[in-house]
């Protein structure tokens, strides 16, 4: 690790067009004070041209046409030393080839390969691309920070006006949940792509803004990369609890504390100590109710193919819940024309389970009557772990099915 | 509802061939849970109107490479967390699904619903009889509690036997 940090530094000065051919870098043991006393007159030998990386000691990068004079003074004082890179030129060759390989197909949001599955940091840094590439459309806002301080970005997607009516999408709050991150990223591309070309998607913009927050548990997502692939709650610690986290999609202020969550913190449905407990969760509260006129939410989760509306608490029927039928009916409709893929659809109680404190109640007992949750793919086959050719087939069906939602939503002000 | 006994359920469904989707095959099944001791599977009884696919030669081409292998397969997280596998583990990998459903069937009620997660390990065992036998470390999801199960199971297979699920 030591070794990158010092390349890093060396690869910039590299760009800059420095070359260190037939430099080599060697370890210094300086076993006393007079010899240290010595390297710091080396350093100050500016003709002999020498680079200590870490004053006073090693490791030195020598410069070829002083390497003689150097290992001289060095072995006739006694001062033991050994090499640690032979060619400099040569290593920074290749790890420049490494890294541009990496690199290659991800310098643009033309090239970032929606196909595959990502880390935070590739997702992150692709989002600051797709600003750059439509800085009239999209900019990125921070609406919190999570459990461990990682940022919580959405992308806003206006074009212009003054606390338009809004439509927010969230998708990866259950961080196990891969094929709905990967959705997200897809579907940010589509809508800046799509506005301009698409009449629908044009139409939406031009009085609507869209909110997207791709990475809704980035503290679980970096836990589903680093440590374990089926970790779903956020990785909040319990007090008096070696279990950690807390499901993000129970901590909720809609029925909160019923059968359907656990007040058991080794759950994976524990419900927190109290609603909106989840920096992850409150950050979207206080940004729903900052907002004021939030007029749908879109709740992306899988695995199950269905497309679900309030409420998940009680078995009561939504008020609205025959409008929402209908909207679900259409939408699960032109999602199956697409693969072929069939969705089932009605209220989370109905449907799924009974389950208390889940977004969408809060988001609709809040005044945001278009409130959906989808279960992406698949049935159980694969499960969390959907392969990644299926990203892009999942994205494009679910993607009609969204704009189904976006459109009923323009078209009905309330 | 059968008073006394248990909640009896009569299903109508289609069975899909996995690995061929035009492939289908009706199906009715009568399901009983039984009230109380949740320690006992329920019972199934079910027909098939039609035929299942005959597939022995694949069945075949897959005994015989394992058995021809020089050491003992091994194997981790299959699919990989990207939902990969490689074709030589996609027979491995249907062989756990076969063995995970009797491992779901004997432990469902009618308030849980089981899918296999993900193979963390896979270890053959050497046997001296025609036999193939797998060590599985498998995890299950369960859906209504959302809980990731580890399980183990050993396995034995042959093409002309079937599968047999020892533990």
Known sequence: ?414 | DIDGVGHKYHLELVLEDVLDKDSTVNCTAEILYHLGNKNIAPDVQFTIEGELKNTDEADNIFYNRIKSLEKELVAENIPDNHGNISPEMEPVRLLAWVASGYVIWQNSTENTKFQLAQIKHVKQVKRSDEYLEFDFMILLHEMVSQEIIPWQMTVLWHPQHGVQVTR
């Open chain 1, 1 to 414: 690790m030591k070794i990158l940090l010092v390349f890093t530094s060396l690869v910039a000065a590299a760009c800059s067009e420095q070359l260190f051919v037939g430099d080599q870098v060697l370890r210094i043991t300086a076993s006393n004070e007079e010899q240290i006393a010595l390297l710091r007159a080396l350093d100050e030998q500016t003709e002999l041209q020498v680079d200590f990386w870490r004053h006073p000691t090693s490791p030195l990068r020598v410069p070829f046409p002083s390497l003689q004079a150097v290992q001289t003074l060095l072995e006739s004082n006694g001062i033991s030393y050994s090499v640690m890179i032979e060619d400099l030129q040569k290593l920074l060759d290749e790890e420049k080839k490494a890294m541009a390989k990496s690199r290659r197909t991800e310098r643009s949001t033309s090239t970032f390969d929606f196909a595959s599955y990502h880390t935070m940091d590739e997702i992150y840094d692709w989002m600051d691309t797709l600003v750059a590439d439509h800085p009239n459309l999209v900019s990125k806002l921070q609406i919190g920070q999570s459990y461990e301080n990682r940022s919580l970005y959405v992308l806003k997607f206006s074009t212009g006006g003054s606390n338009r009516s809004g439509i927010w999408l969230d998708t990866g709050i259950h961080s196990r949940e891969w094929i709905t991150q990967a959705t997200g990223a897809w579907t940010a591309n589509k809508i800046a792509e799509e506005y301009g070309q698409d009449p629908s998607v044009t139409a939406i913009l031009d009085s609507m803004d869209i909110f997207l927050e791709i990475i809704a548990n980035p503290d679980g997502f970096a836990y589903t990369h680093s440590s374990n692939r089926m970790w779903r709650k956020t990785r909040s610690i319990n007090a008096g609890s070696h279990c950690v986290g807390v499901d993000p999609n129970r901590n909720w202020d809609a029925g909160f504390g019923g059968s359907g969550s656990s007040s058991n913190p080794c759950s994976e449905t524990y419900r927190g100590p109290y609603a909106h407990s989840e920096r992850e969760v409150k950050a979207i509260v206080d940004f729903i109710l900052g907002h004021g006129n939030v007029k749908s939410v879109i709740s992306i989760h899988s695995y199950s193919q269905m497309l679900l509306y309030p409420y998940g608490y009680k078995t009561a029927p939504a008020p609205d819940h025959q409008e929402l039928n209908e909207v679900a009916k259409k939408a699960v409709s032109d999602l199956a024309v697409v693969y072929g893929t069939k969705y089932t659809y009605g209220s989370i109680v109905d449907t799924i389970y009974l389950a208390d404190g889940t977004t969408i109640d809060w988001t609709y007992n809040n005044g945001v009557k278009y409130s959906f949750t989808f279960e992406l793919r698949d049935t159980g086959c694969y499960g969390f772990i959907l392969p990644s050719t299926q990203i892009i087939p999942t994205a494009t069906e679910t993607w009609a099915a969204v704009l189904d939602i976006m459109v009923h939503v323009l078209e009905h002000p309330y």
